[in-house]
């Protein structure tokens, strides 16, 4: 059974850092890429990152490129997303996936997504 589980949201205030988790089971998590999304209330969904596997490059968003960081530890099956100076404009709920940016799709593996606010 596939499952993908994020963690570490929560309240930070602006210019704050957060780290996100994203734990993953029941794939073959070396597999994939991951990336990591993002869905404002009232908003689309947006990718922000992604962690190819073929190379290992490291793709950013404009918008966070310079603040966020995502890294995996193929060991534990976990992604992360450290995120630092955040704005208050980064308030979401942010998933995990094994798809990327627009080519991410609901055949894709997700997760539920956690909580993250901005505010001072």
């Known amino acids: 059974q596939v499952r993908i589980v994020e963690s570490g949201g929560g309240l930070a205030q602006p210019g704050g850092s957060l780290r996100l988790s994203c734990i993953t089971s029941?794939?073959?998590?070396?597999?994939?890429?991951i990336g990591w999304h993002r869905q404002a209330p009232g908003k689309q969904r947006e990718g922000i990152a992604c962690l190819s596997i073929t190379d290992g490059s490291k793709h950013y968003a404009d918008f966070v490129k310079g603040r966020f960081t995502v890294s995996r530890d193929d060991a534990k099956n976990t992604a992360f997303l450290q995120m630092t100076n955040l704005k208050v404009e980064d308030t979401a709920v942010y998933y995990c996936?094994?798809?990327?940016?627009?080519?991410?799709?609901?055949?894709?593996?997700w997760g539920q997504g956690t909580q993250v606010t901005v505010s001072s």
């Open positions: 029941g794939f073959t998590f070396t597999n994939y890429a």
């Open positions: 996936s094994t798809g990327c940016f627009d080519s991410a799709s609901e055949g894709d593996y």
